[in-house]
């Protein structure tokens, strides 16, 4: 899910403002690792090369390279949603969500995190190594699927402030 992962970073990370501002994204297998490889907008690009952040894919906490307190602290200037969840279907959901977490059964070493509908269903599952590299794959399947409305996110470790900023 590594095109997801790309899409979702790029996103909560605020280097592209949507998806449409990416052009192409190149998945290159090197020796040592994997490369992502994003064209963006070129009024992105420029914005991107005045931030001097360190914005590696990380699993720790988002204080990490930040350089101001704004930096650290993204707060949305408007409500984001307006849907109330009915306590059952959020127990639901998490009931079925060990189901869906494929690497978690095979590795007992991965988080996950789940979109789900307003009845608990789940929508989509990722999963990795990190929590917030499987909220950022989960963000960006999300979006590049067009199914945020009405859902809820649940996710196998502890949500962190970060993590919430993200979602």
């Known amino acids: 899910n590594l095109e997801d992962f ?32 994003i064209e963006i907008a070129s009024e992105y690009f420029a914005n991107l090369k005045e931030i001097r952040r360190n914005l590696t894919g990380r699993t720790g906490c988002g204080l990490c390279g930040a350089e101001s307190l704004s930096q650290a602290m993204r707060i949305p200037k408007t409500k984001i949603s307006n849907y109330y969840f009915d306590s059952k279907n959020i127990l639901k959901a998490l009931e079925i969500f060990s189901q ?27 999963e990795d190594v990190g929590r917030h590299i499987a909220l950022d794959k989960l963000i960006g399947a999300s979006l590049k699927d067009e199914v945020t409305e009405d859902s809820f996110v649940i996710t196998s470790s502890r949500a962190s402030y970060e993590m919430v900023q993200k979602i």
């Open 6 to 37: 790309a899409l979702g970073f790029s996103i909560t990370e605020g280097i592209v403002k949507k998806i449409s501002d990416i052009y192409s994204i190149e998945i290159e297998r090197q020796e040592n690792g994997i490369e992502l490889k």
């Open 100 to 126: 869906n977490q494929i690497l978690q059964k095979k590795t007992g070493a991965t988080h996950a995190s789940a979109l789900c509908q307003k009845d608990g269903i789940i929508k989509i599952t990722r």
